[in-house]
């Protein structure tokens, strides 16, 4: 008796970039019948950072469980942006509203034209000053490579990552990741992984350039991460003291090869505190590919 199964898998780049670049995600819609071994199988077939599946929610429009290639994560926001995109596309979103439930919550989630906005928490930061020496050898870096009175910190709106600030796009550009010992941090703080930035950028329309690594969930370095740049956005206005209330922050750039992506975070400010924040993109749909799964 045959027990395989075929899935349909949708892949939209996220975070596209004047309808370039973007971060790949694969979508899963109808995802209700299948197990979570069933999920973390397909998202490793399918080989990108994370894909996401679509099941019915009896608390919010939609269920959305994210997996990497080797583990379940929280939250996903350029899956979250590539899946919306696509709802919309199909016409199943009649509205400028919806809203996600995740293994952590749900959250809102916000379509102005063709761009989708999800929701994140207020930023919450931690301390990590104690491996600044570990963390900075990591990726090759001297304490001299640091932007003056910016210290390294874990920032979580939602998932957490450490922010490490560096003066200039230069040194952004030709960091060499150790990964090793960045998935030895992670281990430790339970990271998603490191968000390498700096706000020295030949485009004066944008506010930072960035880098991901993620070697925890199989994601050496990823194009465009929104449930990074949400925490970015916050640093920017807290502790850098940028006080604006939305930020456009690229990523993506320095990849090999390059996949340039634009990841938009809105801010909602009361009495100079972040109370919550929307980040968001542009979902393009580039292709579908079917995955054989054992049932």
């Known amino acids: 008796m045959d027990n395989t199964k075929i899935i349909d898998v949708q892949i939209l780049n996220a975070f596209v970039d004047h309808e370039k670049g973007g971060n790949p995600a694969g ?94 928490l207020s930023p919450k930061y931690t301390d990590v000053s104690q491996r600044e020496d570990t963390i900075l050898r990591s990726l090759g870096l001297n304490k001299s490579d640091l932007i003056n009175n910016a210290p390294i910190r874990l920032v979580n709106t939602g998932n957490s990552f450490i922010l490490i600030p560096v003066k200039s796009s230069e040194i952004l550009k030709n960091i060499v990741p150790d990964f090793n010992v960045i998935n030895e941090i992670s281990e430790e703080y339970d990271l998603i992984g490191f968000y390498v930035f700096s706000t020295d950028l030949d485009n004066s329309e944008r506010d930072a350039s960035t880098r991901m690594f993620g070697p925890r969930y199989d994601i050496l370095e990823e194009a465009g991460t929104g449930m990074a740049a949400g925490p970015l956005a916050c640093y920017l206005f807290d502790v850098l003291k940028i006080k604006k209330d939305r930020f456009l922050i690229q990523q993506g750039e320095y990849m090999n090869p390059p996949s340039p992506s634009l990841i938009i975070v809105d801010l909602k400010i009361e009495n100079n505190e972040i109370k919550t924040l929307m980040a968001g993109g542009k979902g393009l749909l580039k292709t579908e590919i079917k995955i054989e799964i054992n049932n």
């Open 27 to 120: 979508v899963v819609l109808n995802a209700d019948n299948l197990s979570d071994q069933n999920k973390l199988e397909i998202a490793a077939k399918v080989g990108l950072s994370e894909t996401a599946f679509v099941s019915k929610s009896t608390s919010a429009d939609f269920k959305l469980d994210f997996f990497t290639p080797n583990k379940q994560i929280a939250h996903c926001g350029h899956a979250t942006v590539a899946t919306f995109s696509y709802l919309k596309q199909l016409g199943i979103l009649k509205n400028d509203h919806s809203s996600k439930e995740t293994i952590d919550g749900n959250r809102e989630i916000k379509l102005i034209g063709s761009l989708a906005f999800m929701e994140q």
